[in-house]
């Protein structure tokens, strides 16, 4: 059983090199001025295909998108029903068929001519009424497919898909594409969270946060602590529009009152715990920059940063706030 997967994975694999063999470079150089072309003119990609082919041309048209080209399937048979009107003019469309003569395709195209449409033929025969019409070619051929019956598609959609995969990474190299063009598309992806997601997207609004004053006694310092569940508090200056004079964490309250004896507790304050000047982020700082300023010193990690905007105080970021919207450090 298991030499007959690892064939059948060769023969794929084959299948892939022998079409890179005999992709035309010439063809491929006029596909990709149009796709470029076509961004210039705020243009759509558009894939078709009927079956296996249909699928495929969907898992390409999402890939282009990702990329953050205007990219869609059209189903053939909608085409005919309404849908042809999601077709502009000058559009590219990409007409997937292994056979080359899949009928919906080929009755499609004069519909696409008469709206000025490029017309790009990815099929398994080059010598097709598809690739007869079309304006540029990628031969998707496969001697046979690793179906034992030589039926199921199987090395001509892994062909088909390869050969969109490649194209939309050739375009990435020649369009400079960055991770950061990439993760404008992918939000919710790790890569996205971390070079999109700023502090100021997750912090907590200072004015949501009630401060404590120098003067405020331990008993009060505990219950603004506890209240909330944020583990910390800060000072506030009331004689300076409110501004912040420093935070107390947990932390601060442990090492202070470790230090001092038990019958002096009832005489300590806010200004006996204090930490002035804490380590601080600007509001647009990306969260994973701020995750890793918190891990920097291992010896003395801390779980909050003060967060400043225009040089004063505007919120807060904590470790839990990061770790819910699934910030990580690689």
């Not at 997967?5 to 079409?19: G, R, T, Y």
């Not at 009928?103 to 099929?123: G, M, Q, T, W, Y």
Request: charged letters at 20%; hydrophobic letters at 40%.
């Amino acid at each position: 059983m298991y030499s007959c997967l690892h064939e059948s994975l060769i023969q794929e694999a084959k299948a892939i090199i022998s079409a890179a063999e005999r992709i035309d470079k010439d063809e491929v150089e006029t596909i990709l001025t149009q796709l470029t072309e076509c961004e210039k003119r705020k243009s759509k990609i558009i894939f078709s295909g009927v079956g296996k082919s249909g699928l495929v041309g969907r898992k390409i048209a999402a890939t282009f998108a990702s990329l953050g080209i205007s990219s869609i399937f059209l189903n053939p048979l909608d085409a005919f029903h309404g849908d042809l009107g999601v077709v502009s003019q000058n559009d590219i469309c990409f007409l997937i068929s292994n056979s080359g003569n899949t009928k919906e395709l080929v009755d499609l195209i004069p519909f696409l001519k008469s709206r000025n449409n490029f017309i790009i033929a990815l099929v398994g025969n080059p010598n097709s009424k598809i690739a007869a019409q079309s304006n540029a070619l990628l031969d998707a051929r496969v001697d046979k497919e690793i179906c034992p019956l030589n039926l199921a598609p199987t090395c001509s959609t892994a062909v088909a898909m390869s050969i969109g995969d490649a194209l939309a990474v050739e375009w990435m190299l020649r369009n400079d594409f960055s991770p950061n063009d990439f993760a404008i598309n992918h939000p919710a992806g790790d890569l996205g969270k971390k070079l999109t997601l700023t502090v100021r997207d997750l912090m907590i609004p200072i004015n949501q946060i009630k401060p404590l004053n120098i003067n405020s006694s331990l008993l009060d310092i505990l219950n603004l602590i506890t209240s909330d569940g944020l583990g910390f508090a800060w000072v506030e200056n009331t004689k300076k529009n409110g501004d912040m004079i420093g935070i107390i964490t947990d932390g601060d309250l442990r090492r202070t009152l470790a230090q001092q004896p038990l019958n002096k507790w009832d005489s300590l304050y806010a200004k006996d715990f204090i930490t002035f000047s804490p380590l601080s982020v600007s509001s647009d700082c990306l969260a994973i920059d701020a995750l890793k300023l918190m891990e920097k010193n291992p010896k003395k990690r801390v779980s909050m940063l003060p967060v400043s905007d225009s040089n004063k105080i505007c919120g807060f970021v904590n470790l839990h706030s990061l770790v819910n919207a699934g910030i990580k450090n690689a």
